[in-house]
């Protein structure tokens, strides 16, 4: 049955999900100066408040299914934009602590409904295996993208004396620009038609260990990579006496590196097998983090960001891909089980790093990253020892 919807315009949903998350992910090393010295906290108190954002985002992640099922694909993204709008207008007039504890929080919650979505509409209107990990890794390219530009906008607001609020006020933006394009898109339902000779042998198909180690490889990328963006700039500052724009050009070497990698990797998966692609980047990644957390020379530092962002860019929809070609024919049911093991990731990200920085320092913050990307390339060995995916999909033209 054929379904009238609007696909650019849900393209263009999908990527602007990602580059909202993205905005409010990236930015934190940034950020974190000017609300330290704005209510007069120390960096582990501050990492502790955005925790608040971390669960505001776990939340609706968890529950995506169902409340794509009671309530639509359109309901939802209206309510998260119109709410965002609300609390940036609401910080920008009450800009206390305790307001902007409550902004983070609901801001997240925005956050995790927009990704929810915006992962399942990639999912929902790219049924083809091979078209679905190109445009997984596509649209994760606008998380990055965030990253690379607001890292550079938001250090030079800050060097020309703005506030901690300008942040706010771009992620209010974004709300508007999300508003106005979820009110002019034509949805799918939320109920994709299967084939009926399939409908019984997939419904009940195991998993298998491989798809929980795959969303433990997940949960591991997704602790180790905030945990660098938060803390590499007050850790270069602290080790190097920089300027703070100094240390935001290294996780802007970063994004863009990343942001590089998403647009050419969109490619590279089509003719190398994901395992081998995978495999490829984590080894690479855990090389780079490690030299960032422990070399003396800023020059091997700044090489290894952009080494660390290249080849950590097809990481998350690279696993979320192999992941799903872990059964025969993948269902919402595990694209939404990846995606919610990845994000306890980033729900703890901040209060295990704040923990680590307040027993160790700022170097045993960012060093915590190189042992989670550590397990991370124990857990993703393990997962394709036992993967099923090449023997499920031999005779499919997809790069597994």
């Not at 974190?32 to 704005?38: E, N, Q, S, V």
């Not at 990990?133 to 020309?160: E, N, R, V």
């Not at 409908?199 to 195991?206: D, G, K, V, Y």
Request: charged content about 10%.
């Amino acid at each position: 049955m054929s379904e009238n919807y609007s696909r650019g315009s849900l393209n263009a949903i999908s990527y602007l999900s990602y580059y909202f998350v993205g905005a409010l992910v990236s930015t934190l090393g940034i950020v974190l100066g000017p609300l330290c010295a704005a209510f007069n906290k120390d960096p582990s108190f501050i990492g502790q408040v955005f925790t608040l954002m971390n669960i505001g985002m776990f939340v609706p992640i968890m529950l995506g299914g169902i409340l794509m099922k009671k309530w639509g694909l359109q309901k939802p993204l209206v309510i998260a934009a119109a709410l965002t709008i609300l609390i940036s207008a609401l910080l920008f007039a009450t800009p206390t602590l305790t307001m902007f504890s409550v902004a983070v929080a609901i801001i997240g919650a925005c956050g995790g409904i927009f990704m929810t979505i915006g992962s399942y509409l990639v999912v929902r209107i790219n049924p083809d295996e091979k078209s679905r990990s190109s445009s997984l890794i596509f649209t994760d390219f606008f998380f990055s993208l965030a990253g690379a530009t607001l890292s550079f906008l938001l250090a030079w607001l800050f060097k020309m004396g703005a506030s901690w609020i300008a942040m706010y006020g771009i992620m209010g933006g974004l709300g508007v620009l999300m508003l106005i394009l979820t009110l002019r898109s034509r949805y799918p339902s939320t109920v994709a038609a299967e084939p009926e000779h399939q409908e019984a042998s997939t419904s009940n198909e195991p998993w298998g260990r491989s798809v929980w180690l795959l969303c433990g490889a997940l949960f591991l990328f997704l602790l180790a990579e905030p945990i660098f963006t938060m803390w590499t700039p007050g850790y270069l500052l602290w080790r190097f006496h920089m300027l703070p724009e100094q240390a935001a050009l290294f996780t802007t070497v970063y994004w863009v590196a990343k942001a590089t990698g998403l647009f050419l990797n969109q490619f590279t998966v089509k003719w190398m097998k994901l395992r081998t692609f995978l495999l490829i980047c984590t080894a690479v990644g855990l090389v780079s983090i490690a030299l960032i957390s422990n070399s003396a020379n800023t020059t091997v530092i700044l090489i290894a960001c952009g080494a660390f962002g290249f080849f950590n860019s097809g990481l998350f929809s690279g696993l979320m891909s192999y992941g799903s070609l872990q059964v025969s024919r993948s269902s919402p049911t595990l694209i939404s089980a990846l995606l919610t093991c990845g994000t306890v990731g980033t729900l703890l990200f901040a209060t295990v790093s704040s923990l680590v920085n307040s027993r160790f320092g700022l170097h045993g913050a960012v060093n915590a990253s190189t042992c989670a990307y550590a397990l991370l390339m124990v857990t993703l060995l393990a997962g394709i020892a036992c993967s099923k995916a090449e023997r499920l999909h031999q005779g499919e033209a997809v790069a597994v």
